[in-house]
């Protein structure tokens, strides 16, 4: 029975597209109390005085916590920096300041909704006003403004890369090309703003359901800062309504935990219901790190790059979140898949007063990418070569050394990538160049046509030294014959499919159809750790885990065992995190290859973009379903236009003024590409289950490199930043 590589209909798809599918906004408890959190009104202050008085004497007010009712008030999933509270009495150091206007100062649950929100707002606040860092750039040299004292500097992360001899290669280069980028900020937009309800169950756990990305992880989150076992704490992942990489970091796990906890202590045994509105939504969870990138680069004459030059800025805002991992990829894809001799590379993550900066689909990789694709395309068009054939001469192959002085993991695909892209695209191969088709006139003076090309490689997995595991539990149920199989899996599905092609794996895995594989997912009461859904990393974790613990329960079966049950741990080879001088390093086991062709009309009067169409080559290693294959491209294509064209996320002094949707501009069916073709290759990868490799975020990373070359080819200017909205186009497009 074979049942991967089948385009099955994705099992969630009735329950989501008919609105039966429970979603945490959608859980309604018997007795339900509802919550609403007191957020700071500025980006950085200490704060002095919370006089809960007014709000505490509303009728229906249960109760109002503050930093002092939290055990143990910090969390974060990289480092604990920030107080689940913030305010006096706080058993953190400088748990009393509030360090972006997302922070929260008290929680407040009550009998409804109205209520709770009522007195958030009565609570009333004595502040003393601190300084607000708002750039990067200052905030990484001496400043005497500290986002957090006790370190004494902003910056929590620097990466260094030094590979060969980057002078030396400089004055052999013919010529040499500087850049200075900006990549912006993102909002996730997801469907559902954060919700969630939090209980204690029948066993006694404190327990919550929230839309997350790694269950077991939340769960340790919120047992570290109520200081519980972690067997007194349960998770429960419902219907999530997007992700993104935006509920990686937590948001409301810990406070609706907490109050069913101190609840339940002073003898009220309620569920506690908490929904953020779209405004609180964006205020309070992290966003696409900004970058500010500083790069030289230089080739010979022959279009080989010798030397790479770069220095990027990542704004982390407030709190460290994922920004050190999102940093340590964007590191190693900022010099792009090309096999450079000489590198050096200075890279920091640094502290400021903005909204936190976090994980978003792609995880620094399109910052690192707008960067690497910028560069050979401006090399390209100074040395008079086509942007395909550039690629080609110094793309990785298998063998080649990473600019951190390893081996690249075997089943490079890149050259196949930009081959088959540029074929499908209308590239012409001439010896050994490649000459791009002639676009189709436009017959009017204010339109022009242009054609981009780029490419990428992203990592799958954790990578850098995390640890890596995966666990997977699946029972045989039945007689002679296998007649249901249960898989326990803790890998959350978050609109990318894995709940399908998890079924599909473990039917091929013991060898039944389909239908008679039964998924009981993301409970830590019922599955163990899974580790996080991002990174590219599900499919291919959850696979080998799934293979593993088949042929586990089939050696049982087949010694007579009924039912049949069988864990197994995936664990893939280590990787190692940086040398902190040199940058030497083992970081992936795995990579996803992916170029992309986009051709567009800028209109240089109104300054609009009308993106015509976009040629996608991935390869995944193996497509598990094809179909959700290519409902991934397609849904990163349209995220990645959003980002590339029209989301201006605007933070002044660390406020967002754009806090809402009518004033940030998500992309909606006139916005997106006319057609978008998507060119599935399976080059297996040796450790991918079944072949695969991951693949939902690479088509994310070349396409904003692509759209500029595009804009360059059609009106001649280079814009070195975005989104290209009509007033930055209409600007240099004359």
Request: aromatic share 8%; with cysteine; charged share 20%.
């Amino acid at each position: 029975m074979t049942e991967v590589g089948k385009a099955y209909t994705r099992v969630d798809a009735i329950a989501k597209v008919t609105g039966s599918a429970i979603f945490p906004g959608d859980i309604r408890l018997k007795d339900q109390l509802y919550m609403k959190l007191r957020f700071s009104d500025h980006a950085h202050a200490i704060v002095k005085h919370i006089d809960l008085s007014e709000a505490k004497n509303i009728p229906g007010v249960v109760a109002i916590y503050t930093a002092k009712d939290v055990p143990n008030n910090e969390y974060g999933l990289i480092m604990p920096d920030q107080p689940v509270l913030c305010g006096p009495d706080s058993n953190k150091l400088n748990g009393d300041h509030v360090r972006f206007i997302g922070d929260q100062i008290a929680a407040v649950v009550a009998e409804s909704e109205e209520i709770a929100k009522r007195a958030c707002q009565l609570i009333k606040v004595d502040y003393e006003i601190l300084p607000t860092l708002a750039d990067a750039r200052i905030a990484k040299e001496e400043c005497e403004i500290l986002v957090h004292p006790e370190k004494g500097t902003n910056i929590f992360c620097h990466d260094r890369i030094r590979k060969g001899n980057i002078q030396d290669a400089f004055q052999k280069a013919d010529v040499i090309i500087e850049g200075l980028y900006e990549t912006p900020a993102q909002e996730h937009a997801y469907l559902q703003p954060e919700s969630g309800v939090a209980y204690i169950d029948e066993e006694g756990r404190v327990t919550f359901e929230v839309a997350g990305q790694w269950i077991h992880d939340e769960a340790h989150q919120v047992a570290h800062a109520l200081g519980l076992p972690i067997e007194k704490v349960r998770g429960i992942h419902p219907a999530i309504g997007g992700a993104f990489g935006g509920r990686e970091d937590i948001s409301i796990q810990i406070v609706l935990a907490l109050a069913a906890y101190k609840l339940d202590q002073a003898g009220i045994s309620r569920p506690i219901k908490l929904i953020w509105s779209r405004e609180e939504s964006i205020r309070g969870h992290h966003k696409r790190h900004i970058f500010y990138i500083k790069t030289r680069w230089g080739a010979t004459k022959d279009g080989k790059v010798i030397a790479a030059e770069v220095e990027m800025i990542q704004d982390g805002g407030a709190y460290a979140y994922t920004s050190t991992k999102v940093l340590h990829n964007a590191t190693m894809m900022c010099t792009g898949p090309y096999d450079i001799p000489n590198v050096s590379v200075d890279n920091y993550a640094v502290y400021t007063n903005n909204i936190p900066g976090g994980a978003f689909r792609g995880f620094g990789g399109p910052q690192g990418a707008f960067n690497s694709e910028m560069q050979m395309n401006k090399l390209a068009e100074a040395l008079n070569m086509d942007p395909v054939s550039i690629r080609l001469k110094n793309c990785y192959h298998d063998g080649s050394i990473l600019s951190v002085g390893t081996e690249i993991p075997k089943g490079v695909s890149i050259e196949k990538v930009i081959r088959t892209c540029a074929n499908a695209a209308g590239w012409v191969e001439e010896g050994n160049n490649w000459r791009a088709p002639a676009l189709q006139s436009t017959n009017s003076e204010t339109l022009r046509r242009g054609l981009g090309f780029a490419c990428a490689y992203k990592n799958v997995g954790f990578s850098f030294g995390a640890p890596e595991q995966c666990f997977a539990i699946i029972e045989l149920h039945g007689g002679k014959q296998i007649e249901k199989v249960i898989l326990r899996h803790a890998g959350a599905e978050v609109g990318q499919g894995s709940h399908t092609v998890f079924r599909q794996m473990a039917a091929d895995s013991v060898g039944v159809a389909l239908d008679k594989v039964e998924l009981i997912a993301a409970d830590t009461a019922t599955s163990k750790n899974s580790g996080s859904v991002s990174a590219s990393r599900m499919t291919f974790m959850a696979g080998n885990s799934i293979i593993g613990a088949g042929k586990a329960a089939l050696e049982k079966w087949n010694n007579e065992e009924r039912p049949a049950i069988a864990e197994y741990e995936y664990n893939p080879p280590k990787t190692t995190p940086y040398d902190p001088e040199t940058g030497y390093c083992y970081p992936n086991y795995s990579y996803g290859y992916v170029a992309e062709s986009v051709e567009l009309e800028v209109d240089t009067e109104t300054g609009l973009i009308e993106i015509k169409n976009v040629i996608v080559a991935d390869d995944v290693g193996k497509a598990i379903n094809p179909r959700l294959v290519v409902g991934q491209v397609e849904g990163c294509i349209v995220q990645a236009t959003g980002y590339s064209i029209l989301e201006n996320f605007i933070q002044k002094e660390g406020i967002p003024l754009t806090d809402r949707l009518s004033t940030y501009l998500i992309p909606t069916i006139l916005d997106i590409p006319d057609t978008v073709q998507t060119i599935i290759l399976e080059e297996i990868d040796p450790l991918g289950p079944f072949g695969a490799r991951g693949m939902g975020e690479m088509p994310y990373l070349p396409y904003a490199p692509a759209i500029t070359s595009a804009v360059h080819n059609a009106v001649g200017v280079w814009h070195n930043t975005f989104p290209l909205t009509p007033e930055r186009i209409a600007g240099k497009s004359n």
